[in-house]
């Protein structure tokens, strides 16, 4: 750690509040070039801290830059992990108050909810699929709070790696017996196909995302709860969205989710 706790303390609140504000800020690595990876998951650790301390419910994580489409897109090359509490979840086919982002883009991604909890270090694909009870198509939100999206991966993940709004629907499916690699996505802005993909695209396996997130977290000594759900990360880059867009997402034999920004 090079920053000290009230410094740590300083830059949560600052971030937090961009986000509560929907205002954009400076990469925290301008003002601080020494930050290293313990001080930026403390920063994020501390930003859920403010958020349990004022009742908010922590319902889940998730992996970022897992796919090459999404290290292309922000200059970076490996991934990240944040938390998702239960305000950022919108109800499938619900709305999103854009005036309360600052610049929302959305990404098709595959989320897992646990039956059985899941613990690092030594977790593997098949220990993510048999504590898996279902998977279902999600659509991130993310809504990074660096000027024009800018950022390098300390900044991003103190600033809880983007994570803003997420939405969960379709036809929930057991892991166990589906081909996650080919299983193909497509994703509708306004009716018109934007993006497309396929599970491999995330580090060849979405369940691998989820592995190498239950290790990150098994390293610092938490476990994910059975319950949660994890967002396995963007399969494609992230596409803009504005007020009026509807956005769907379909996942091969899982059904779709939407959601529609007012
Ligand atoms: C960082 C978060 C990326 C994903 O699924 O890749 C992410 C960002 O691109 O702002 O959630
Ligand atoms: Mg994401």
């Given at each position: 750690m090079k920053l000290d706790t009230k410094t740590i303390a300083g830059l949560a609140e600052h971030l937090e509040n961009c986000q509560l504000e929907a205002r954009d800020t400076l990469k925290i690595t301008e003002q601080h070039p020494e930050l290293d990876w313990d001080d930026a998951y403390a920063i994020q650790d501390e930003i859920?801290?403010?958020?349990?301390?004022?009742?908010?419910?922590?319902?889940?994580?998730?992996?970022?830059?897992?796919?090459?489409?999404?290290?292309?897109?922000?200059?970076?090359?490996?991934?990240?992990?944040?938390?998702?509490?239960?305000?950022y979840l919108v109800p499938d086919g619900g709305e999103v108050a854009t005036q309360a982002l600052i610049h929302p883009k959305v990404e098709p991604e595959l989320a897992?909810?646990?039956?059985?909890p899941l613990k690092g270090p030594g977790c593997h694909v098949g220990h993510v699929l048999a504590a898996t009870d279902y998977i279902l198509p999600g659509i991130e939100v993310i809504d990074s709070r660096y000027r024009d999206f800018k950022f390098d991966l300390?900044?991003?993940?103190?600033?809880n790696t983007s994570a803003a709004k997420f939405v969960i629907g379709g036809a929930p499916a057991s892991p166990v017996g589906i081909d996650l690699s080919t299983l193909g996505v497509v994703m509708e802005k306004n009716g018109e196909p934007v993006a497309f993909g396929a599970g491999a695209a995330v580090l060849g396996?979405?369940?691998?995302?989820?592995?190498?997130?239950?290790?990150?977290?098994?390293?610092?000594?938490?476990?994910?709860?059975?319950?949660?759900?994890?967002?396995?990360?963007?399969?494609?880059?992230?596409?803009?969205?504005?007020?009026?867009?509807?956005v769907t997402l379909r996942v091969h034999g899982l059904g779709s989710t939407s959601l529609r920004f007012n």
């Open positions: 859920l801290r403010r958020k349990l301390a004022r009742g908010g419910r922590l319902i889940g994580v998730k992996a970022g830059l897992t796919s090459h489409a999404k290290m292309k897109q922000m200059g970076v090359s490996t991934p990240v992990f944040g938390f998702v509490m239960e305000d897992f909810i646990l039956g059985k300390k900044s991003v993940v103190a600033d396996n979405p369940a691998t995302a989820v592995a190498m997130l239950a290790n990150h977290l098994g390293a610092r000594g938490q476990e994910i709860p059975a319950g949660a759900i994890i967002l396995s990360g963007g399969i494609t880059e992230a596409i803009a969205v504005a007020a009026g867009d509807t």
